[in-house]
């Protein structure tokens, strides 16, 4: 882990910090506490789990005369980590109507100071140390600014007022280029990360690949031809369905991607961050599962690429996209890249499935101490996403990013692009 450069990592604490601050605004205080799903954490508790995080993991480690806020707080904001201690169970995060929304923010506001103090104070042997583990937090932090827009999306979803979260930008339409193929020969390639600048330890280390000619549609699936699918009949033949996939869809009978609503006219509109609006056919399809995408795959006659495939993809891609700094908090379809015969939207927009299962990189070593739990012992029962999304800011996107979730979960920005071996 490396500290950033060009700009003092206190000021950048304060800005991502502040970037937080600026998400929860449009919440009314009722909406701090709502968790409407086992997955979906309350703002309020990502306000106070991010603070806790610089608490646990920096203050008390390197502040001896550090006193806490509130020495309950360690049971109520620890998220996961066994090797600290005993925690509040995910899914009674939204019974803790106290403390209360103004006393985390006091709480946020009292951690951030005595983090400047600290850096001010820190003697030099410590102070780099320091400074990594704070850049670690913020990443983190940015992780929980997503999160706080789709549990916030969720939350609103299940309300049937059907509540916006307040107002986004436009969202800019465009009709994007027919779908091409981009052709990869292969070989023996490098993924992962070279050490240079900050990654997690999942990312790591860059190692050989082998990689079979393939090739890579030129932009994800849009909302189009999703539709297109369920005309079909997709979500009732079981031949395109993974047996855990077909199961999960009997039992919630999904019929269309989460948010999708259908008025008495049979037409499709979908649920935003900016309230209910029309489907546009040319948006990219967002919060499908891994299941809806290997399916959709399997319907078209291609398959969802590898990660490996993707990165080797990505590495001659611009980062650049409709990310959470463009403040639209939804795929759009224009793109920065209009030459159809090009790869675009690799990053930003939506997180994209691929068919590879999440686990450790080969001579991949966890983190030491409690960080060690951040990524390591989720390496099982997970499918592996890449390239960002609509909420997920700019500068916490790199093409090593590996992010994961169990492949029936669909309330993140997902989505997915096609790919196919070469003949």
Not at 165 to 191: A, D, H, M, N
Request: net charge negative; glycine share 6%.
């Amino acid at each position: 882990m490396k500290a950033i450069k060009n700009t003092s990592i206190a000021e950048r604490f304060a800005e991502i910090r502040g970037v937080t601050m600026k998400l929860i605004e449009p919440l009314e205080t009722e909406d701090f506490i709502i968790q409407s799903h086992e997955d979906v954490s309350p703002a309020k508790w990502h306000i106070a789990h991010t603070t806790w995080f610089f608490e646990r993991m920096i203050l008390k480690e390197f502040n001896s005369s550090y006193e806490e806020f509130n020495t309950a707080f360690d049971f109520l904001f620890n998220s996961y980590y066994n090797t600290i201690g005993p925690y509040q169970p995910r899914h009674q995060r939204g019974v803790l109507s106290r403390p209360t929304v103004d006393q985390i923010i006091d709480y946020r506001n009292y951690v951030d100071q005595q983090i400047y103090n600290l850096l001010a104070e820190s003697a030099s042997e410590t102070k780099k140390e320091i400074e990594a583990l704070i850049y670690m937090g913020l990443q983190h932090e940015q992780q929980h600014q997503e999160l706080i827009l789709m549990d916030i999306k969720y939350n609103f979803f299940v309300n049937p007022l059907f509540p916006a979260y307040g107002q986004t930008e436009k969202r800019p339409l465009s009709k994007q280029q027919e779908t091409q193929f981009v052709e990869f020969e292969g070989g023996l390639v490098e993924i992962g990360h070279d050490g240079n600048g900050f990654a997690f330890d999942n990312e790591s280390p860059l190692h050989k690949v082998w990689l079979e000619p393939f090739k890579l549609a030129t932009k994800p699936v849009t909302n189009g031809e999703f539709l297109e699918f369920i005309k079909s009949g997709g979500y009732e033949k079981p031949e395109y369905w993974l047996s855990d996939g077909w199961s999960i869809v009997k039992e919630y009978n999904w019929k269309a991607p989460l948010y999708w609503l259908k008025d008495t006219e049979e037409k499709w509109r979908i649920f935003t961050l900016a309230g209910i609006q029309d489907l546009e056919l040319d948006e990219p399809a967002s919060h499908v599962s891994f299941y809806e995408a290997d399916a959709f795959s399997r319907w078209k006659g291609k398959r969802l690429p590898t990660e490996a495939e993707w990165e080797y993809a990505s590495q001659s891609v611009a980062i650049r996209g409709n990310t959470m700094d463009d403040g639209v908090y939804h795929p759009v379809a224009n793109s920065y890249d209009l030459q159809s015969a090009s790869l675009s939207k690799m990053f930003g927009d939506v997180w994209e499935w691929t068919s590879s299962a999440y686990s450790p990189y080969p001579g991949s070593k966890p983190l030491e101490g409690a960080l060690g739990e951040y990524n390591a012992k989720f390496m099982c029962n997970q499918m592996v996403l890449r390239g960002g999304s609509c909420a997920t800011p700019v500068d916490h996107i790199r093409e090593t990013y590996r992010n994961f979730f169990p492949p029936e979960k669909r309330w993140q920005f997902s989505g997915f692009r096609l790919a196919e071996d070469q003949s």
